[in-house]
RNA sequence: UCCUCGGUAGCUCAGUGGCAGAGCAAUCGGCUGUUAACCGAUCGGUCGUUGGUUCGAAUCCAACCCGGGGAGCCA
């Protein structure tokens, strides 16, 4: 007989039966004669119980002998039991130890982010990464699903270029055959091809940015969804933005429930979004928005708001604090890590107090023709609670490729906005399809004609209006997920600093 | 490159000029329903580095190293 593994995820379908489960010690405690297994086998966590007097004397000193991490395998008898994670319970009859571990580094307890970045190979086993990455992969699946039921065909463009493509942007540069190459930091050129092509086309890769940015927002290597669609133009595109994210967010509420539950995602905003429109708006109402007295108000209440909930954090650290020298000792204990609490909040107000009137500065200088800060887009998108579509942008500030409007001073570009403060996660844009314009355009940016030969052939044999985007995939993961940094939302980042595990 | 915050036990953090501390982890013991279990005991230190001020420095000053957050740039 084939031996069958039961996954824990299935579980559910097996009370009241015996089955075989293999996975690692995620946590255990013991009480006299009872040791409770937290066993993790990839797939969920599940409550093992062993009792002396029920098992073998050899599982009954593997069962007290077993660290963190240890590797398992278990047979016992399924029920549901209320007081276990997920409902259900293994009563264990047998327990063999693969490997037995000593001091695994990572404790249930809370670490440092350097600490747990270094020992990142290992993170990624703990609840809230494993959900994390669950959820990510949902948000792929569900972008395929998305493009492929629409008849997109994916495609795949070069990761080695051999020119910068938009000119600004550093790029990693290497050794390509004693000639000069660099990583791509996107593939948008090659998709438009793809699409005058196949028609309607998407990219699903990584991309690359050699920009020295340390922020929660900012990867060195990234994964980006590039669709491009033929006979589109820039409301097209826009809609089909708008349609893609609220499928991504319906599919992942759906299916990820009890990972969104792990990371404590408060889905009330995902699901308004499904239902709701997104706000869309040009670039010229946007200034008006950051430039008005309304959202100097807004921000100064932020920070009325920040400075009392700081007054009444000391107030409750002093109480608590003469409090202690009498209290009891769980009191004490309780005492001591409310106030490493309080702390840590107290430096969070300390520097969103830094913060917030350069904001509202920033905010209220504005001027027509500059790029949105990091700040003007939270400014801008905390006063709505769906994303936000900014377009017509000051040409000037725009890539050359863009199409411009009539007046030629607006791109018919398209930024959106995750709310909460999670930024830019789509940029796009209608193409420009003429070609004397887009050769003038080459021109005026300083670019070199040569280099832009095969893509100015787009224009010559049978150049269509166009449009695409970009989607960035970390962002989308961290805004859905609720992760405060990129960093968590890929299993090996590379950012600046940071190349190993 | 610049601004800002930080570096104290294996981990998370208190300690702001006068004896180096707590919780967790580890080790030993106790406990038959634990949920970051709990209770008792034991173990645990180059206070990032170098120099300076001082009777005395984790604490003050300077330089440097490393990390977090941000600006620029961007998805």
Not at 190 to 199: D, F, I, P
Request: hydrophobic share 40%; charged share 30%.
């Amino acid at each position: 007989m084939k031996r069958q593994l039961t996954y824990i995820h299935q579980l559910k379908n097996h009370i009241s039966t015996d089955v075989d489960l293999a996975g690692w010690v995620y946590n255990v405690r013991s009480s006299g004669s009872l040791v409770f297994i937290e066993c993790r086998d990839g797939s969920g966590i599940c409550q093992c119980v062993v009792n002396k007097e029920e098992v073998s004397e050899e599982s009954w000193e593997a069962a007290i002998s077993l660290k963190q991490e240890s590797s398992i395998r278990l047979n016992g008898f399924v029920v549901s039991d209320e007081r276990s994670i997920g409902g259900v319970e293994l009563q264990v009859k047998r327990l063999e130890v693969i490997q037995l571990v000593a001091d695994y580094p990572i404790t249930p307890k809370e670490h440092g982010i350097e600490f747990l970045m270094n020992r990142r190979h290992l993170w990624l086993r703990s609840q809230r990464q494993w959900a994390a990455m669950r959820v990510r992969n949902g948000i792929i699946y569900a972008i395929h699903n998305f493009f492929q039921s629409k008849g997109f065909i994916q495609t795949d463009t070069p990761i080695f270029t051999p020119n910068a493509a938009e000119g600004s942007t550093t790029l990693f540069e290497t050794d390509f055959f004693n000639d000069k190459a660099y990583l791509a930091q996107t593939g948008q050129l090659y998709g438009e091809a793809l699409a005058m092509a196949y028609g309607l086309i998407y990219t699903f890769g990584p991309t690359f940015r050699a920009e020295k940015s340390k922020t929660r927002r900012h990867l060195s290597e990234f994964w980006m969804i590039e669709p491009e669609m033929a006979f589109y133009d820039l409301e097209m595109n826009m809609d089909l933005a708008e349609d893609m994210l609220k499928s991504i967010v319906a599919e992942v509420l759906e299916k990820y429930h009890h990972e969104l539950a792990l990371l404590e995602r408060d889905t009330s905003s995902l699901k308004r979004l499904v239902e709701k429109d997104f706000i869309r708006m040009k670039y010229d109402d946007a200034v008006d928005i950051l430039n008005s007295d309304k959202t100097a108000k807004v921000l100064d209440e932020l920070i009325q708001q920040r400075k009392a909930e700081k007054e009444e954090l000391i107030q409750e650290q002093d109480a608590i604090q003469k409090e202690h020298g009498s209290a009891k000792k769980w009191r004490k204990k309780q005492i001591e890590k409310r106030v490493i609490d309080i702390h840590t909040r107290v430096d969070q107000i300390e520097e969103d107090l830094r913060n917030i009137p350069r904001w509202k500065k920033s905010a209220q200088e504005f001027t027509w023709g500059s790029d949105f800060g990091g700040s003007d887009e939270t400014v801008l998108t905390m006063q709505f609670n769906v994303p936000v579509m900014v377009t017509h942008w000051p040409a000037q500030i725009k890539a050359f490729y863009m199409k411009r409007d009539e007046t030629d001073t607006y791109a018919l570009g398209v930024d959106i906005l995750a709310p909460e403060g999670y930024g830019e996660i789509v940029g796009g844009s209608q193409r420009e399809d003429n070609l004397d314009v887009i050769l003038a355009r080459i021109e005026e940016e300083g670019l070199d004609p040569e280099v832009f030969d095969w893509y100015i052939d787009l224009r010559r044999f049978g150049s269509v209006p166009h449009a695409g985007f970009g989607l960035g995939l970390e962002r989308t993961v961290a805004w859905i997920c609720g992760l405060s940094h990129v960093r968590e939302t890929i299993a090996f980042p590379r950012m600046m600093g940071r190349i190993t595990p």
